[in-house]
């Protein structure tokens, strides 16, 4: 049996980030929300968010039983590197690679879920291509400054609040980047 292991959000202006999880043998789903204060300082500053996930990532994999037989495939996004570690002193068998199929898609419908719990809409086919995830992040921005009190939903540790210059992220998204 496989679990994969996703996030959805990592990108997005508002929101933390989803941790989704799914057995593909039996199309059990599970997934949690990574609050947006760690990615608000000084937690983002500090990569707080890395063990927010990891210990997500366990309780998703407890939630579905997963046993350390079982394979356990992850994303090879940021977000998740933390997680892979935690997973292998764990005893958990762990693969990486790109997520695609039934989990990106359920993984992305329980983060607009999110969203949509803070009072956003998001736009419709922000998937479609790079022009529409443009569209979204202004979107989102936009609905933000119509009231100041929205601020507190967006990931205001990014140098685009703080004007601070951040070294790279070793890599982004899954692009396929092995552990």
């Known amino acids: 049996m496989t679990v994969q292991v996703d996030d959805a959000g990592w990108g997005d ?3 933390g980030v989803v941790i989704a999880a799914y057995r ?3 199309e059990e789903f599970a997934y949690r929300p990574v609050d947006v204060k760690f990615f608000h300082a000084p937690a983002f500053d500090m990569k707080l968010y890395l063990n927010e996930v990891s210990k997500v990532t366990l309780e998703l994999l407890t939630e579905l039983k997963t046993s350390k037989e ?3 495939q992850l994303c090879t996004g ?3 590197s933390e997680a892979v570690k935690t997973l292998r002193q764990s005893g958990y068998t762990v693969s990486a690679g790109k997520i695609t199929g039934p989990l ?3 993984g992305e419908k329980a983060f607009l879920d999110e969203l949509r719990k803070i009072g956003y809409s998001p736009i419709t086919n922000r998937e479609a291509n790079g022009r529409m995830r443009a569209k979204s992040f202004y979107d989102m921005l936009k609905w933000m400054k119509e009231k100041p009190e929205r601020r507190q939903y967006a990931k205001t540790g990014w140098s685009f609040f703080t004007g601070k210059r951040r070294e790279p992220f070793p890599f982004q998204g899954c692009q396929g980047v092995d552990y």
């Open 13 to 15: 202006l508002l929101g």
């Open 24 to 26: 593909v043998e039996t």
């Open 70 to 72: 079982e394979t356990v």
């Open 78 to 80: 940021y977000v998740l």
């Open 104 to 106: 990106q898609e359920l």
